[in-house]
């Protein structure tokens, strides 16, 4: 493609890039209307508006049930503003972590986050009833050990990787691998010495559930998905000029190390808290940039929010199906987006590959 028409494609995303960011805002509120009225208590749109409008005090006349009332608001409602902020921090997460190693094939897993949060989760699970905690702590200490566990992994990857004050990306990356897979052995040993009832823990956690979202497990991790869904968009520069390279990007005015350190700490926080809250779901930080990447180009200031709402609609997406597939049971929402992520991440891999030549 020659630089004339690369320009004038490039100019035409910048164009459409707003209409698109507004369409996919559009379907996001639309996926989530479906998300709360859909379920083994139907709630039609109609009433999902009165009962809404009805917690607020105002009488809409609707005719709804007192089941639709308490599905709706203590179950639904939390459950698809859990997914929706969850879907949106993993999608960013992916953008970042893809600009940041300027690699199409990387996603948050790749510095340990998920692996040391689920690490420490596992490792509550099985060893954290000889605890005494007080019962305020106990009712949220495996979200606080998810967490912790995300955090502690990150920053010894970081500190692996970072030498005289910069931070090498390629010992990032392997830090994290050996990390992960070292965090992968131990939650292997607590599958050993896990009891059945443990072990039905540990499995339905490990695959992901927005099952258990409340308002509370809203409260908690919703400030700190927001903090990374809504610092992300301020890297859309840095993270367009390190597509250069580095040195390019230093000569460009862009403090590159500051901006290593900002990612990897809003990425932490993002599937830190996601794991938390949902635990382990994979593949949605490596289909979503690609999707964001399809539709508006590789321009950081319209891919982060693309990729934000995207992630949200495929997290919701996902949950929905998982719910009703098999009700009145439910699938672990990690089987779904492994099963859409599998193949998607097989073609990716193929369709990167360079050409081989034979002599």
């Known amino acids: 493609m020659s630089s004339t028409a690369a320009t004038m494609t490039y100019s035409s995303m910048l164009r459409r890039g707003p209409v ?3 369409l996919l805002g559009t379907a996001t509120l639309l996926m989530m209307a479906m998300a709360v009225g859909i379920g083994s208590v139907g709630i039609p749109l109609d009433d999902v508006v009165s009962i809404l409008l009805a917690s607020l005090g105002v009488d809409s006349g609707g005719a709804f049930s007192q089941q639709q009332e308490l599905v709706l608001l203590y179950i639904r409602l939390p459950r698809v503003l859990l997914g929706a902020l969850i879907g949106a921090a993993l999608g960013v997460s992916g953008a970042l972590m893809q600009g940041l190693f300027r690699n199409p094939l990387a996603e948050p897993g790749l510095v340990g986050v998920s692996a040391g949060s689920a ?16 019962p305020v702590i106990q009712m949220h200490a495996l979200s606080i050990a998810a967490f912790a566990g995300g955090l502690v992994t990150t920053f010894i990857v970081y ?4 030498r005289s004050g910069r931070t090498a990306v390629a010992t990032l990356l392997l830090a994290g691998v050996a990390l992960g897979a070292l965090a992968g052995a131990v939650t292997g ?3 050993f010495l896990a009891d059945d009832a443990q072990l039905r823990t540990i499995t339905f956690w490990t695959m992901g559930s927005l099952g258990g979202a409340t308002w509370t497990s809203l409260a908690g991790a919703a400030p700190l998905l927001l903090f990374g869904i809504l610092g992300a968009p301020f890297l ?3 993270l367009n000029a390190m597509l250069l390279g580095e040195a390019e990007a230093y000569h460009l005015g862009i403090r590159t190390e500051q901006a290593k350190r900002i990612t990897i700490v809003l990425v932490a926080l993002a599937v830190g808290a996601s794991v938390a809250a949902a635990g382990v779901i994979g593949f949605v930080g490596l289909i979503v940039p690609h999707l964001a990447r399809l539709l508006l180009g590789p321009d950081h200031r319209m891919l982060i929010p693309a990729s934000a709402l995207i992630g949200a609609i495929l997290l919701l997406s996902a949950d929905l199906i998982a719910r009703t597939i098999v009700a009145p049971a439910e699938l672990p929402i990690g089987i779904v987006t492994a099963l859409a992520g599998a193949p998607f991440f097989l073609w990716l891999l193929l369709r990167e590959r360079p050409s081989e030549h034979w002599a």
């Open 119 to 134: 690490m420490f989760a596992v490792l509550f699970i099985v060893l954290g009833g000889a605890l005494a905690l007080p």
């Open 159 to 162: 500190g692996l990787a970072t």
């Open 189 to 191: 040993l607590m599958f």
């Open 20 to 22: 698109a960011l507004g």
């Open 236 to 238: 859309a520069r840095s």
